[in-house]
């Protein structure tokens, strides 16, 4: 009797965590579909009900604030993640170095540590770095750091692949009061569980080992350590090269960005004089992949490594109309229109994190009489994306420094990044 309640705890706890993480997985691939369309297209209603209240008559067929295409499927709706981000808690079996998904929440106090081996998105290589890492924690005498005032070291994991068969393993660990000597020792056992041990089997190409004292530390706040194997890993997409980063921003599913800049490509109707401006470049993927067809391509991006590696893919793939600039977009992105002559037609793509785009950012971009044309493609269109689009679309207002003439939405389009999730990527085209 007891082992069926066990057992059936912990059913109910997978259960659980495959319904947090993806909640659409019980329903077939043609429904996950609906259920995302009309999820977007309650977005457009509402941002035409806010454009209304601005005073601009924005309602089209629908209720909608521009017409919204059905969503583009997945090329693949299995294991399509090439990052997972594992975290190290306590599990329901009371393991406290339980490496998987959060199920609970801090306010209840009910969290719990799941490891993610049925979880659809989420790839067999991940869960077998995953697994391999806990092993080695759990024979690791210094303990997992679940609150960070109760000490402890043992935290998150990073794993990044690639269709190119690249595996690179990044480990968050808080050095409390260790010395040097100490985090020395516990570097050289990571590294010799991985390239020697049981977690040889993983065949990682990079290793890398970050001491942090914050829940999100950048390179540039702890720098990414490498402890074996090459500094970045590669991938191809739609016939380039491209080098990532241990922090680098890359779409989570590279089949599914294929499709997406490709269509992108053919929104921008760019010709051999536009200039194309990608705000949010990451790698450069968006910029490098339309290279061929505009005349030039202006990227700015916060994460310097980032910028690194998308100036090293221009150079590797012989793409030489392209220049990045490193730093905040609100800081770059003026001065750079400022100095813009207008001599040729700006088409601007933004891919924002969910924060979406600083306002400064906005108001150069509407500011600036030359981007006629702008792509906005949001992970998130539903939370800060959508001040952005109105503050896009509103009338000129002197006190916001909003002297451009308004954008409009003219096209939605909704891509599935993210199957068995309930997340889309829009990209809404705006013109004037």
């Given at each position: 009797?007891?082992?069926?309640?066990?057992?059936?705890?912990?059913?109910?706890?997978l259960?659980?965590?495959?319904?947090?993480?993806?909640?659409?997985?019980?329903?077939?691939?043609?429904?996950?579909?609906?259920?995302?369309?009309?999820?977007?297209?309650?977005?457009?209603?509402?941002?035409?009900?806010r454009?209304?209240?601005?005073?601009?008559?924005?309602?089209?067929?629908?209720?909608l604030?521009?017409?919204?295409?059905?969503?583009?499927?997945?090329?693949?709706?299995?294991?399509?993640?090439?990052?997972?981000?594992?975290?190290?808690?306590?599990?329901?079996?009371?393991?406290?170095?339980?490496?998987?998904l959060?199920?609970?929440?801090g306010?209840?106090?009910?969290?719990?540590?799941?490891?993610?081996?049925?979880v659809?998105?989420?790839?067999?290589?991940?869960?077998?770095?995953?697994?391999?890492y806990?092993?080695?924690?759990?024979?690791?005498?210094?303990?997992?750091?679940?609150?960070?005032?109760?000490?402890?070291?043992?935290?998150?994991?990073?794993?990044?692949?690639?269709?190119?068969?690249?595996?690179?393993?990044?480990?968050?660990?808080?050095?409390?009061?260790?010395?040097?000597e100490?985090?020395?020792?516990q570097?050289?056992?990571?590294?010799?569980?991985?390239?020697?041990?049981?977690?040889?089997?993983c065949?990682?190409?990079?290793?890398?080992?970050?001491?942090?004292?914050?829940?999100?530390?950048?390179?540039?706040?702890?720098?990414?350590?490498?402890?074996?194997?090459?500094?970045?890993?590669?991938?191809?997409?739609?016939?380039?090269?491209?080098?990532?980063?241990?922090?680098?921003?890359?779409?989570?599913?590279?089949?599914?960005?294929?499709?997406?800049?490709?269509?992108?490509?053919?929104?921008?109707?760019?010709?051999?004089?536009?200039?194309?401006?990608?705000?949010?470049?990451?790698?450069?993927?968006?910029?490098?992949?339309?290279?061929?067809?505009v005349?030039?391509?202006?990227?700015?991006?916060?994460?310097?490594?980032?910028?690194?590696?998308?100036?090293?893919?221009?150079?590797?793939?012989?793409?030489?109309?392209c220049?990045?600039?490193?730093?905040?977009?609100?800081?770059?992105l003026?001065?750079?229109?400022?100095?813009?002559?207008?001599?040729?037609?700006?088409?601007?793509?933004v891919?924002?994190?969910?924060?979406?785009?600083?306002?400064?950012?906005?108001r150069?971009?509407?500011?600036?009489?030359s981007i006629?044309?702008?792509?906005?493609?949001?992970c998130?269109?539903?939370?800060?994306?959508?001040?952005?689009?109105?503050?896009?679309?509103?009338?000129?207002?002197?006190?916001?420094?909003?002297?451009?003439?308004?954008?409009?939405?003219?096209?939605?389009?909704?891509?599935?990044?993210?199957?068995?999730?309930?997340?889309?990527e829009?990209?809404?085209?705006?013109?004037?």
């Amino acid at each position: 009797r007891n082992q069926d309640s066990s057992s059936s705890g912990h059913c109910l706890v997978l259960s659980r965590l495959a319904d947090a993480v993806t909640p659409l997985w019980r329903l077939p691939y043609q429904e996950q579909l609906q259920v995302k369309y009309e999820s977007q297209r309650k977005i457009l209603q509402t941002l035409a009900s806010r454009l209304e209240e601005l005073g601009i008559d924005a309602q089209k067929p629908g209720g909608l604030c521009c017409p919204l295409q059905p969503v583009v499927p997945s090329p693949i709706i299995n294991g399509y993640r090439n990052k997972s981000t594992f975290s190290v808690n306590r599990g329901a079996d009371g393991n406290p170095k339980t490496v998987g998904l959060y199920v609970g929440t801090g306010r209840e106090r009910n969290i719990v540590c799941v490891k993610a081996n049925h979880v659809e998105n989420i790839p067999s290589k991940h869960k077998q770095v995953a697994q391999c890492y806990e092993e080695f924690i759990c024979r690791s005498p210094l303990d997992s750091c679940i609150l960070f005032h109760e000490g402890g070291h043992w935290r998150e994991l990073v794993v990044r692949t690639t269709s190119c068969g690249h595996t690179m393993a990044i480990i968050t660990f808080h050095p409390q009061q260790l010395s040097q000597e100490a985090l020395a020792t516990q570097k050289a056992l990571l590294k010799e569980f991985f390239t020697c041990g049981p977690g040889a089997v993983c065949a990682l190409t990079s290793l890398y080992f970050q001491e942090s004292t914050m829940t999100r530390c950048s390179h540039e706040q702890s720098p990414y350590q490498l402890l074996h194997g090459a500094p970045h890993i590669f991938e191809e997409l739609l016939g380039l090269r491209f080098r990532i980063s241990p922090d680098a921003f890359f779409q989570v599913n590279t089949a599914g960005a294929e499709v997406l800049y490709q269509a992108v490509g053919e929104l921008c109707q760019a010709t051999g004089d536009t200039v194309l401006l990608d705000i949010c470049c990451g790698t450069g993927t968006i910029g490098l992949s339309l290279a061929h067809r505009v005349s030039k391509v202006i990227g700015v991006e916060v994460v310097e490594k980032a910028i690194e590696d998308a100036e090293w893919n221009a150079a590797f793939n012989g793409i030489s109309n392209c220049e990045f600039h490193s730093g905040k977009a609100e800081a770059v992105l003026p001065q750079l229109l400022a100095s813009w002559e207008g001599a040729r037609p700006l088409v601007a793509v933004v891919n924002p994190s969910r924060a979406g785009l600083h306002y400064r950012v906005v108001r150069a971009i509407r500011n600036c009489s030359s981007i006629r044309r702008l792509l906005y493609i949001s992970c998130k269109p539903e939370g800060e994306a959508m001040r952005n689009f109105l503050e896009l679309c509103c009338p000129p207002d002197p006190q916001k420094k909003l002297a451009g003439e308004p954008f409009a939405p003219v096209l939605a389009i909704p891509f599935d990044m993210f199957p068995h999730t309930a997340h889309c990527e829009l990209v809404l085209l705006f013109t004037r």
